[in-house]
């Protein structure tokens, strides 16, 4: 189907520029008109929504200047050119370079409409393969960066794809060092502001005096000590993405006024009555249940709602231990790269200690882990040692946590159900069964 694309025609002669609209538009295709190639120029782009048809003499620049800029703009965006009885060698000359086709005057309108429905068709399936190779590498960009098989992760990844093409804002929820601001950038990422800066603030690590110049910027004379004008945060995320931190910390006074903005979009630096337009996501994120703490009066409900307009949980570690192995090998390969180290083997018993663990720093106190084994000082973490006063987890439990990740793991690596029981040593119903058990898919 052609009905979302459209058909520029650029063509000086008023006469002629409406019979081809019309023509075109008896047949239901949409088509408007420019009566030169620098008013049609503003109206192009590398993926414009569809095809051109030009006449070479043109005032200004003629259609063939104009064929060879579009054609270096997008090589693969559909020319045609209306030609007089003497311009028909250059029009061949032209689709040498890279036309489509050419019409030669006059011609039938159902000449124009064949070339037009042809020259939609190659365009739609254009367009429809460089959208579907732009969700691949989208989607190849995050698995590769949220490492895990698991179905909490396949959650998070199936909001990033969903949430990456919108202009929604999102509050992202974990606990600390589950991963909130690599899924921010994820997000950022996927999203049509990627080519716009990615501005991330720790609301926690601000003092309050300076909160507000460093998110709203201020004024040269501002303040004492406001020797000169300062772009705040907000301001220069214009165009990308503002990535808010530990929301939960940010002062009240400030969440009133960042509350404003999100509302207005418009902000005003210190020392300055000027309103600037502002036109950035806003992704924040919070460990804490801001619902309560808006219960208690220590955040703004209103601020919330706001913020909440899509809401991405991130899972802990301890609710996806089928992802430790696939973690942590990464994070050695990752650890023995940046220490010029060999990458050390990782025994059965040591993988059970790690998937039995439970991981009160997520996924940042496992890379810490792997960075302590790659430089042989192991020894002291966690989870090779139960630390005096935390009660051990229950062996059953550990078991039951330890084969489930081993299980997925394999599956992941073998890729059928035969070849996991076969590299497992069990037969093939009872990997059935425990797979079951586990809530896996035999494609895991």
């Not at 080519?195 to 040269?220: D, R």
């Not at 931190?245 to 960042?258: A, C, F, G, N, Y």
């Not at 996806?320 to 940046?338: K, M, N, S, Y």
């Not at 890379?367 to 192991?378: K, P």
Request: net charge neutral.
């Amino acid at each position: 189907m052609t009905d979302d694309l459209k058909i520029l025609i650029i063509e000086d002669d008023p006469d002629v520029a409406l019979g081809c609209e019309q023509a075109l538009q008896l047949e239901g295709l949409a088509a408007e008109c420019a009566g030169s190639a620098e008013l049609a120029r503003h109206r192009l782009h590398a993926d414009f929504p569809g095809i051109v048809i030009s006449d070479i003499r043109l005032p200004g620049q003629d259609g063939l200047s104009l064929q060879r800029e579009l054609h270096a703009l997008d090589p693969e965006l559909p020319v045609v050119l209306i030609t007089g009885h003497g311009d028909v060698s250059m029009a061949v000359q032209a689709m040498k370079d890279g036309a489509y086709d050419f019409l030669q005057k006059p011609f039938a309108p159902e000449q124009l409409v064949d070339v037009a429905r042809r020259a939609l068709e190659k365009r739609r399936l254009v367009l429809e393969v460089r959208n579907l190779r732009r969700q691949l590498d989208q989607r190849n960009l995050v698995e590769a960066r949220l490492i895990g098989n698991s179905a909490g992760m396949a959650r998070v990844r199936g909001l990033i794809g969903a949430l990456g093409s919108s202009v929604a804002d999102v509050l992202i929820h974990g606990e600390t060092g589950t991963g909130k601001e690599l899924v921010a950038r994820c997000l950022h990422d996927a999203s049509p502001r990627r080519k716009g800066n990615f501005v991330a603030i720790n609301c926690g690590g601000l003092p309050e005096t300076l909160f507000e110049s460093e998110i709203f910027g201020h004024e040269a004379g501002a303040y004492t000590g406001a020797a000169k004008r300062r772009i705040g945060k907000i301001e220069y995320a214009n165009g990308g993405t503002l990535f808010l931190d530990e929301i939960e910390t940010m002062p009240v006074p400030m969440q009133i006024k960042l509350l404003r903005v999100l509302q207005e979009r418009t902000l005003e630096r210190l020392g300055s009555n000027t309103a600037i337009p502002i036109d950035c996501r806003i992704i924040a994120a919070t460990k804490e249940d801001l619902t309560a703490l808006a219960e208690q009066g220590r955040f703004r409900a209103d601020l919330y709602y706001r913020l909440s307009v899509a809401n991405l949980p991130l899972p802990p570690l301890r609710e996806r231990r089928e992802d430790i192995p696939l973690l942590f090998e990464h994070f050695l390969l990752q650890a023995a790269a940046r220490h010029e180290r060999p990458v050390p083997a990782t025994s059965a018993g040591r993988m059970q200690q790690l998937v039995g663990y439970h991981w009160p720093g997520n996924v940042r106190e496992l890379r810490n882990v792997a960075d302590r084994c790659v430089l042989g000082i192991e020894a002291g973490s966690p989870p090779f040692g139960q630390p005096a006063g935390d009660a051990p987890r229950p062996l059953a439990a550990t078991v039951e946590a330890f084969e489930r990740a081993l299980i997925a793991d394999a599956l992941r690596r073998y890729g059928s159900l035969a070849r996991t029981a076969e590299a497992l040593a069990i037969a093939k119903t009872t990997l059935h069964d425990k797979i079951r058990k586990y809530g896996l898919s035999e494609s895991s």
